[in-house]
């Protein structure tokens, strides 16, 4: 079973704080994806990333920078968090991007903005 | 674009009656099609991929089937059981590569109640 952990597990900020959340694969998946995770949403992808180096908008990208260091490590930055991005937020990993290969999420980290 | 519909809101079921929850979706190219289960305070996880070859999947009592003429791929297990209570998301991939092409439902909650 593909392995993801991420950190912070929870985490409390500010309207205009500074968040970094992590996120890191142990598998060497290609691809990873940041989700977040509402009420009545869903899951909705925010960016992802199939190497190092690269990164690729997703659905809902507004307000979230990201960055993928090395192959296991994916990072999202919130510069200005906002109370609109009080969520639940999952990381992802698949070795491939569609083709039928399966998404290995991480635990979560649940951030709420003041 | 590609989407995935299923089954929204809260599904609320008798232990040992059938279940059934929808999922259709539209998509250009040949899709594979997973349902992920959730449950409470844990990550998502594969419960089950359509096949190319129309075997239908199972797992844990799961089945669904991928039926091309009408879009669909909903999840059925014979008797629900306490511990299937959970959320749960249809999701679609397919094989464009190079190009977004993984798609999550908004996800339906399923309890089981005695």
């Known amino acids: 079973e593909a392995a993801v952990t991420q950190s912070p597990r929870n985490k409390v900020t500010v309207t205009g704080g500074n968040v970094t959340l992590s996120c890191r694969q142990t598998n060497s998946h290609n691809y990873m994806y940041w989700y977040r995770q509402d009420t009545g949403h869903g899951l909705r992808l925010i960016h992802y990333s199939y190497g190092a180096g690269n990164l690729q908008i997703g659905d809902v990208p507004d307000g979230y920078k990201a960055t993928r260091t090395t192959q296991e490590d994916f990072f999202l930055l919130l510069e200005l968090a906002s109370p609109s991005q009080t969520s639940l937020y999952f990381c992802?990993?698949?070795?491939?991007w569609g083709g039928g290969d399966t998404q290995y999420f991480g635990p979560g980290t649940r951030l709420l903005v003041l | 674009g590609d989407s995935v519909t299923q089954t929204e809101g809260l599904v609320t079921l008798t232990e040992g009656l059938p279940v059934m929850l929808n999922c259709t979706y539209q998509s250009t190219y040949s899709p594979f099609l997973f349902w992920y289960v959730q449950h409470l305070n844990e990550a998502p996880k594969l419960l089950l991929k359509s096949f190319t070859d129309n075997k239908r999947p199972e797992h844990q009592g799961f089945h669904a089937t991928l039926h091309k003429s009408s879009s669909s791929f909903h999840l059925q297990k014979s008797s629900a059981q306490l511990s299937d209570s959970a959320l749960y998301y249809c999701a679609l991939s397919d094989r464009n590569t190079g190009y977004q092409n993984f798609y999550f439902g908004k996800g339906t909650s399923l309890t089981v109640i005695p």
């Open positions: 992802a990993s698949s070795d491939n």
